[in-house]
Structure formats: C-alpha cells, structure tokens
Nanobody
C-alpha cells in the first residue's frame, strides 16, 4: 500500500526557514510527478509546487524565489525548502504523488496524499 508521510513542519518567526520532507513507501505505478499543496486556515487547498519526472518544476506566484522543490528518488523522498517565510505561508502542507491511470495511458493526475504537516509563521 502506498503511503506518504510528511515531516519538518513547525513554528518559526517571519523571515525564517523550514525544510519539509515527504517519504514515500510502496510502489506507485506509472508515477509521473510529485507536488506540495497547502491549506491555510479556513481556505481551500492550493498547489504550491510540483515536479515532474522530467524535472520540470512549477511554483505558485506567491512562493517564487523563496521555495524550492526537489526530490531524491534513491531515498524515495520529496523536499520543499522554504526560505524567507511570511505570515501568509501559515498552513497545513501536504505531499502528493501523481500517476497516470488506466494502465499508464491516462493523463497525469494527483492520486496519493500525505497526512499533512503544520507550518506556523509568526511575527
């Protein structure tokens, strides 16, 4: 069974840094990418960053230049380095894995989710 477990969250002051990790266990058939999402209190979940199997990365505008997504396939681990943290970065952060359904011929789609890790940024 596939399982994603996040770690590295915590409480930091604005301007500080945190590095989130996501360890993937089990085999993801037809995996096509990984991503980080976040959900601030009382809001909808949003995509923060993604990385595809070819190395292509995306970032939501609010974190560009501050966050960096990376992965270590040998360790089955996804990372999110977060620098210059702001109050508005406060949220539960979720790791997600994408795969191609229908025997690997479908479009890449988020399929697996971690339990989330809390990031709190204070003034």
């Amino acid at each position: 069974q596939v399982q994603l477990v996040e770690s590295g969250g915590g409480s930091v002051q604005a301007g500080g840094s945190l590095k989130l990790s996501c360890i993937i266990s089990g085999y993801i058939f037809s995996k096509c990418g990984m991503a980080w999402y976040r959900q601030p209190p009382g809001t909808e979940r949003e995509l923060v960053s993604s990385i595809s199997t070819d190395g292509t990365t995306t970032y939501t505008d609010s974190v560009k230049g501050r966050f960096t997504i990376s992965q270590d396939n040998a360790k089955s681990t996804l990372y999110l380095q977060m620098n210059s943290l702001k109050i508005e970065d406060t949220a539960v952060y979720y790791c997600a894995a994408d795969r191609r359904p229908r025997g690997g011929i479908g479009a890449c789609k988020t399929t697996y989710w971690g339990q989330g890790t809390q990031v709190t940024v204070s003034s």
